[in-house]
C-alpha cells in the first residue's frame, strides 16, 4: 500500500506562492503521483499528474525529485477559491501499478485568507 | 457527459433500516470506486470494479456492506442493517485506465 504524508492544513494569503509537500517513500516504480483538489460539499477532481521531474498545466506544478520519495504541489499566485482540501496519491488502477488500494486520507486543508 | 451520477444527493434513515445508495459511471469508464469520507477518516477507499468485476473490496468495513455492478452504467453499494456509524459521505467515482478518476456530487447519509 503506498501511503502518503501530508501536512493536515496550510494558511497562505491572496497572491502567494503555495508549496505543498507529499511524502510516498514507499513508491513503487511504475506508480504515479496524483494530486486531487476538494472544495466543500464536492467530490475531489484533478488537478495534476507525473512521474518524475516536473510537470506543469494550466492550474499547477508538481515537482518531484529523482528518488520520487516526495512531491510536491505548487500553485502560483493562490486566490480565495483555492481554499480546499488538497490530496495527493500515489500508484493507479488502471496502469497494473498498484492494483490495490488508493489512499485519500484526510489531505491538506489550505485556507487561503485576504 | 453528464459526469458520475449519484443518487440520492441526502438520505436520512433510522437505525436497522436497509440503505441502497446508486452510481452511474461516465461512459465508456472501466473503472468504478466507492469511497465513502468522514471527519475523522477522510477519505476512505470502500471497493473498486473493473468491467464490473470486483476487483478489491478489503476496504469495505464489515458484512453488513455490499456492492454490486450488474452492468457498466449502474453499480449500488447497500448497507444492511445501517448503524449511526455509517453516517458519512459516499462517493462513486470511474476512470478510464489513466489514473484520473472522476467523482460524483456524493452522497450524505445520516442515520439516526
Known amino acids: 500500500l503506498a501511503k502518503t504524508t501530508q501536512p493536515i492544513s496550510m494558511d497562505s494569503y491572496e497572491g502567494q506562492e503555495v508549496n505543498i509537500t507529499c511524502s510516498h517513500n514507499?513508491?513503487?516504480?511504475?506508480?504515479?503521483i496524483t494530486w486531487y483538489q476538494q472544495f466543500p460539499s464536492q467530490g475531489p477532481r484533478f488537478i495534476i499528474q507525473?512521474?518524475?521531474t516536473k510537470v506543469t498545466n494550466e492550474v499547477a506544478s508538481l515537482f518531484i525529485p529523482a528518488d520520487r520519495k516526495s512531491s510536491t504541489l505548487s500553485l502560483p499566485r493562490v486566490s480565495l477559491s483555492d481554499t480546499a482540501v488538497y490530496y495527493c496519491?500515489?500508484?493507479?488502477?488502471?496502469?497494473?501499478?498498484?492494483?490495490?488500494?488508493?489512499?485519500f486520507g484526510r489531505g491538506t486543508q489550505l485556507t487561503v485568507w485576504p | 457527459d453528464a459526469g458520475v451520477i449519484q443518487s440520492p444527493r441526502h438520505e436520512v434513515t433510522e437505525m436497522g433500516q436497509e440503505v441502497t445508495l446508486r452510481c452511474k459511471p461516465i461512459?465508456?469508464?472501466?473503472?468504478l470506486f466507492w469511497y465513502r469520507q468522514t471527519m475523522m477518516r477522510g477519505l476512505e477507499l470502500l471497493i473498486y470494479?473493473?468491467?464490473?468485476?470486483?476487483?478489491?473490496d478489503s476496504g469495505m468495513p464489515e458484512d453488513r456492506f455490499s456492492a454490486k455492478m450488474p452492468n457498466a452504467s449502474f453499480s449500488t453499494l447497500k448497507i444492511q442493517p445501517s448503524e449511526p456509524r455509517d453516517s458519512a459521505v459516499y462517493f462513486c467515482?470511474?476512470?478510464?485506465?489513466?489514473?484520473?478518476?472522476?467523482f460524483g456530487p456524493g452522497t450524505r447519509l445520516t442515520v439516526l
Open positions: 467515482a470511474s476512470s478510464k485506465s489513466t489514473d484520473t478518476q472522476y
Open positions: 514507499n513508491i513503487a516504480t511504475n506508480d504515479y
Open positions: 507525473g512521474y518524475k
Open positions: 496519491l500515489v500508484g493507479g488502477a488502471g496502469r497494473g501499478s498498484t492494483l490495490g488500494r488508493l489512499y
Open positions: 461512459s465508456g469508464h472501466d473503472y
Open positions: 470494479f473493473n468491467n464490473n468485476v470486483p476487483i478489491d
